[in-house]
C-alpha cells in the first residue's frame, strides 16, 4: 500500500506497486491492440474475457484504493500537524523552541501562515534571546510575512470582479473642472479698488512747526 510522504500530497510506492502503476500506464498510452479502444477487456473465442486482463484490471482498482486511502492518511497527518502547531502556539513562550520547530515543519508542508502565527513571531522577538536564536526568530517572521502577503494577494485575485483578476485597468483621467459661472450683477473691480494709491507718509512734528 502506498504511503503518504509528508503532508504535501506526496506519495511513496513499492516496487510492486510501482510494477502495477508502470503496467497501467503502458495500457493506457500503449494498447496491445491498436485497432481495439483501450480499456476494452480481450476476448477469447468462446467470448469470455482473458482470466489474465481481469486480474490485472483487480490490481488497478486495488492500487486506485490504495492511494485513495494514502491521500486520505496525508490529510489526517496534516491536521494532525496543524493541531499540534496551535497547541505548541497556545503555551507560548515557554513552548518557543517546539513551536518554532513545529512551524517550520508546517511551512514545508505549505502552511499558510495566519495572524496568530505572525502575533507569536512578533512577541518572541521582542523577548531576549542569544543573537542565533534571534537572527532564527527575526528570519521566520520574515518568511511567513511573505507567505501571508502572497496568500492575501492570492485571495484577492480570486475574488469575482477583482481589479487583479480582471486585469490591470489604466486609471481614468480626472474629470476636468467645470467653470464656474460668470455673475453679471458683481460689478467688476476697477484697478484703484485692487491696487489702492499709497499715502504719502506724514512729515515730522519738527517739520511741520518751521
Known amino acids: 500500500m502506498p504511503t503518504p510522504y509528508g503532508t504535501r500530497g506526496g506519495m511513496a510506492f513499492s516496487a510492486d ?3 502495477v502503476l508502470r503496467r497501467a ?13 483501450a480499456g476494452t477487456p480481450p476476448a477469447s473465442p468462446s467470448g469470455a474475457r482473458d482470466p489474465e486482463w481481469v486480474a490485472e484490471v483487480q490490481e488497478y482498482l486495488r492500487l486506485a484504493e490504495d492511494v485513495d486511502e ?3 492518511e496525508g490529510g489526517r497527518l496534516r491536521a494532525f500537524l496543524l493541531a499540534d502547531l496551535a497547541r505548541y502556539r497556545a503555551a507560548l ?18 502552511y499558510d501562515p495566519g ?18 536564536e534571534t ?12 507567505l501571508a502577503e502572497r496568500s492575501v494577494r492570492a485571495r484577492l485575485r480570486a475574488l469575482p470582479g477583482s481589479r487583479a483578476a480582471e486585469g490591470a485597468q489604466p486609471p481614468k483621467p480626472a474629470p476636468a473642472p ?12 476697477t484697478p484703484g479698488e485692487v ?3 499709497r499715502r504719502k507718509p506724514a512729515p515730522p512734528p519738527a517739520a511741520r512747526s518751521a
Do not use: I, K, N
Open 17 to 19: 506497486e510501482l510494477r
Open 25 to 37: 500506464l503502458a495500457t493506457v498510452l500503449l494498447p496491445t491492440h491498436p485497432a481495439v479502444p
Open 70 to 72: 494514502a491521500a486520505r
Open 93 to 110: 513562550p515557554g513552548s518557543a523552541h517546539g513551536y518554532l520547530d513545529q512551524l517550520h515543519a508546517a511551512l514545508d508542508a505549505g
Open 115 to 132: 495572524p496568530d502565527d505572525l502575533a507569536a513571531l512578533r512577541s518572541l522577538c521582542a523577548l531576549p534571546a542569544s543573537q542565533g
Open 135 to 146: 537572527r532564527r526568530r527575526a528570519a521566520l517572521l520574515r518568511r511567513c510575512s511573505h
Open 178 to 189: 467645470r467653470p464656474q459661472p460668470s455673475r453679471p450683477d458683481r460689478p467688476v473691480p
Open 195 to 197: 491696487f489702492p494709491p
